[in-house]
């Protein structure tokens, strides 16, 4: 009688461990950091759209938000979206530059057709070569992508350019699916990004 009641408990204990780990990465996911509500990128004036984590199974890896100049609530409002855009990231972890670089292009691929890749192989070699010049980022650090029309896509790190800006909109677009397309990086990233979620940002 005793042991049963002790497997019970014991079964009670892990069932609880498992709920409270789905629901802090439900939470999580869609809580995000505490980002500026707005900005402004070339004299454009851009609103918060959406701020989420990223997981890694169940490992926190990165806070991102998405600034765009009007709300969007759907992944085809915003690559329609004409204007300036803002993604802002925030290193939750100890992330090697190689291994960020790679995952920011898999996403790419992931969502784009094999011409497209193939177009715009440049741009995400630039990609991948200004992530891996990091050796590693640390928790707390920062790092960006703007894109203006008619200049491309400006990555920072740490709040500084990396070279000169690459790609054009269709890039961007390519760049934005890693993370909204139909095979994102992450789906509860992807609905807090896109406003879908009715947490507010802590």
Request: positive net charge; aromatic residues 8%; hydrophobic residues 45%.
């Amino acid at each position: 009688m005793q042991q049963q009641s002790l497997a019970t408990q014991c079964r009670a204990v892990i069932m609880a461990g498992v709920l409270l780990t789905a629901s802090t990465i439900a939470m999580s996911a869609t809580a995000g950091p505490t980002f500026e509500q707005a900005t402004q990128l070339e004299g454009t004036a851009l609103q918060l759209n959406g701020a989420g984590t990223r997981f890694k199974f169940v490992f926190k890896v990165y806070d991102m938000a998405l600034y765009t100049p009007k709300k969007v609530s759907t992944p085809e409002e915003l690559l329609a979206q004409p204007g300036p855009k803002r993604l802002s990231f925030v290193a939750l972890r100890e992330i090697p530059g190689t291994e960020i670089g790679l995952a920011f292009i898999k996403g790419l691929r992931a969502n784009a057709t094999k011409d497209a890749v193939q177009k715009h192989v440049g741009s995400s070699t630039r990609l991948i070569d200004i992530f891996s010049g990091q050796s590693k980022l640390m928790p707390g650090d920062t790092f960006a992508m703007d894109f203006v029309p008619g200049k491309g896509t400006q990555f920072y790190i740490a709040g500084k350019p990396q070279g000169a800006p690459v790609g054009d909109a269709e890039f961007f677009r390519m760049v934005l699916n890693i993370w909204v397309g139909d095979s994102p990086a992450d789906f509860k990233l992807k609905e807090a990004l896109l406003g879908q979620v009715s947490k507010p940002i802590r």
